[in-house]
């Protein structure tokens, strides 16, 4: 399990998943990344700094967005 | 096991035979020429679109579009070298601000343009190796402004034209003398920002732009000529470069050619701060199809250019030449080899699973290592490919096995006293590149795409590697997991997590990789009879895992080695994989793993004369009467080679030994 510092590039609320930069890749984004359900819509603000919980290094879909700040 | 001739099999199982180690160093990288650009001309003409080409008596054709007078430059050089007027130009027609394009074969040459009203293509045609055109020639029309345009001539006078109106791309064809019609890609795109093109049995394509999320893109694809791909038809688009909308990343300007190998240069431009239009190189081995798409992690190249470098050369022996509009490269397609074998006094290696590495000392009392900068040492370079083969002095003569381990030489070091001088040669195998190898951005497969051997081919390939799929198993042709490569991971770490899902290993041998399942087989050659052991060792031990869980989102499998739990009780290992979705990939994944801790543990050694076939993942047969072992067969999981001519000589083999 890793945790990977990034940027909330675009949230799907009908999905509740996010796309992140995930620190280091400057042009690529992570898409589809799971949001915890506990961090309200209105904070998934694009800009936004976020931690990403991988479970599984290497599966991007067994990840979450564990936290969001400014 | 490498192959090796009669004589040679013969004289390494002889009580007494003479060593014969031949070690060679030589600018390549996994088999494949180092390109060392050298420019020959630097002048101060504005950057714009271009083109070069170069036809059958080895001149080159440049062309670019002179932006002050709206006109075509033009310079055939006859004999390009060091000094040749690359600052003189003809002008031609008179020009759009978009691409051109130059294509060339034998004594024909084309030159394909945009005029003036920026919605035609118009070509000019020679038959003199460029040195005088036809009359023009209009081909094209487009209801759009044409801003790319790439060429291709064939020996049989076929010509190929892709260009770009608005953001469509088009082909059009000559064949027999007749142009055709231009038929429109079956893609969309928003932009397109250039287009490159060379024929190598079929046409093979790169394109710049961007898709239709605003994404740019560099693609890779083939457009059918007979041999890989059906004639007149698309192959998919494969990624070579990709950029999120609103990262203020763009491609543009490919150049392609397939001289030696498949060789690629493009334009990253990043519009933020701080700004760079930078050229990107990057190449695969020809053993590779176009389709497998194996590009190694572009190199940036040491300028500043929107416009690109364009990439041209006769054929495969060379040279390779590179132009813009203010300057001219050359690089050679053929490496020296600089033959140490003379000077070897010691040599050392250790081949493992997961990497090798050698120690090569040469005496240095003559002092021809001491300037490594210059002379014939000069090849000898951090990056460069040491190459070494333990044979036998036999009775044909000094024999080495051809397909000999290579090494990428990290470091050396000169030494003195005690009377003598050497230099110590320190080199790894090519896992060291794998090492090495850092993801520049994240790389994301979405679940049911790549299977396991085409995510680490990508890998391998990022690294330099060619990776053939020799005989995977169907557990890793099944797997097409959702996966990700983080900035920053090294590729070690990423071949592990891959390598970790099935029982299925990378050989890394001379020419690149090979992936494959290690099924228990036949044995491919004898210790203990005519081949003598010098001394051994052998371990039993009971296994360290010998039950597996797999637990998919919504299933679980298990595997068990019923023997060893009744010995030790079950010792268990879980996976959790949400790539894990059917109960067989389940069961498999289970397998797999406990066959995985079945190959890992090392259970003896074998020291030997040298057997100069050996390789890892060979299987063996050691009669061992001391140790109670008759055609016992053991799996090769690491080979210590030592060699030496100091004090006492030395030269033995030592094989680490697992299960089959």
Redesign the interface.
């Known amino acids: 399990m890793t945790v990977?510092r990034g940027v909330l590039?675009g949230f799907d609320s009908a999905t509740y998943t996010a796309t992140v930069?995930?620190?280091?890749?400057?042009?690529?984004?992570?898409?589809s990344v799971p949001v915890a359900r506990n961090i309200a819509q209105a904070e998934l603000v694009a800009g936004r700094s976020c931690a990403v919980v991988?479970?599984?290094?290497?599966?991007?879909?067994?990840a979450v967005v564990a936290a969001v700040w400014t | 096991m490498r192959a090796l001739t009669p004589t040679l099999l013969e004289a390494q199982k002889q009580p007494s035979a003479q060593p014969y180690v031949r070690v060679t160093v030589s600018d390549r990288i996994v088999a494949l020429t180092r390109l060392r650009w050298e420019r020959l001309y630097t002048g101060g003409e504005t950057d714009r679109y271009h083109a070069a080409a170069m036809p059958g008596d080895g001149s080159l054709l440049r062309a670019r579009v002179e932006p002050s007078t709206s006109t075509i430059a033009y310079q055939r050089v006859a004999n390009p070298g060091a000094g040749s007027a690359f600052g003189s130009w003809s002008t031609l027609d008179s020009v759009a601000n978009a691409g051109l394009a130059l294509a060339a074969s034998g004594a024909n040459a084309l030159l394909a343009f945009v005029p003036l009203n920026g919605v035609q293509v118009r070509i000019r045609e020679s038959s003199d190796y460029g040195a005088s055109f036809g009359t023009v020639q209009i081909v094209a029309g487009a209801g759009a402004f044409i801003g790319s345009v790439a060429a291709v001539l064939k020996p049989d006078g076929t010509a190929f034209l892709i260009y770009a109106a608005g953001s469509t791309v088009f082909v059009l064809k000559r064949t027999g003398g007749t142009w055709g019609s231009a038929v429109a890609w079956p893609y969309s795109a928003s932009q397109i920002t250039g287009l490159a093109c060379w024929h190598s049995g079929d046409y093979l394509l790169a394109i710049a732009g961007v898709d239709g999320s605003g994404a740019a893109r560099l693609w890779a694809a083939v457009y059918g000529d007979g041999a890989t791909q059906a004639v007149d038809t698309w192959s998919v688009l494969r990624d070579v470069a990709q950029a999120d909308a609103g990262s203020n990343v763009t491609f543009r300007a490919p150049s392609l050619a397939v001289l030696d190998t498949y060789r690629l240069f493009f334009v990253e431009s990043y519009s933020g701060s701080v700004a760079y239009d930078r050229p990107q190189w990057t190449w695969f081995a020809p053993s590779q199809s176009f389709a497998a798409n194996a590009w190694r992690e572009p190199v940036p190249f040491d300028l500043n250019t929107a416009y690109g470098l364009a990439l041209t050369g006769a054929d495969a022996l060379g040279p390779a030449w590179l132009s813009m509009p203010s300057g001219v490269w050359r690089a050679p397609l053929t490496t020296a080899e600089l033959d140490l074998s003379d000077d070897v006094l010691e040599l050392s290696s250790e081949l493992r699973r997961d990497g090798g590495r050698a120690r090569v000392v040469l005496r240095n009392d003559h002092g021809r290592y001491t300037g490594l900068s210059t002379g014939a040492g000069a090849v000898i370079r951090a990056g460069a490919e040491l190459e070494f083969g333990a044979g036998y002095v036999t009775s044909a003569g000094p024999e080495a096995p051809a397909a000999a381990p290579r090494f990428v030489i990290g470091g050396w070091e000169h030494r003195s006293g005690d009377g003598e001088a050497t230099v110590t040669l320190f080199a790894r195998d090519a896992w060291s590149l794998v090492e090495r190898w850092r993801a520049r951005r994240q790389f994301a497969w979405a679940a049911g795409t790549d299977n396991l051997f085409q995510i680490l081919r990508f890998v391998f390939g990022r690294a330099g590697i060619d990776l053939i799929n020799t005989g995977s198993s169907a557990l890793a042709s099944a797997l097409r997991p959702a996966f990700t490569i983080h900035p920053g991971q090294d590729g070690r770490r990423v071949v592990a997590a891959l390598l970790s899902l099935t029982a299925d290993v990378v050989l890394v041998s001379a020419l690149g990789a090979s992936y494959y399942e290690p099924v228990a087989g036949a044995t491919t050659y004898r210790y203990g009879g005519d081949h003598a052991i010098t001394r051994a060792r052998f371990a039993s031990a009971g296994r360290a895992v010998n039950r597996a869980q797999v637990f998919g989102p919504s299933v679980v499998a298990e595997s068990f080695a019923w023997d060893d739990i009744g010995d030790q009780f079950d010792r268990l290992r879980q996976a959790h994989d949400l790539n894990v979705t059917t109960v067989a990939l389940a069961q498999d994944r289970a397998a797999a793993l406990l066959r995985r801790e079945e190959l890992s543990p090392e259970l003896g050694e074998l020291v030997s004369p040298v057997n100069c076939g050996q390789e890892l993942y060979d299987i063996v047969a050691v009669t061992d009467e001391g140790a109670g072992l008759s055609d016992a067969s053991f799996r090769v999981v690491g080979i210590d080679l030592r060699f030496g001519r100091r004090g006492r000589p030395t030269y033995e083999q030592r094989l680490l030994l697992g299960s089959v």
């Open positions: 990977r590039k930069q995930v620190a280091g890749s400057l042009a690529v984004w992570l898409s991988f479970l599984e290094d290497g599966n991007p879909k067994d």
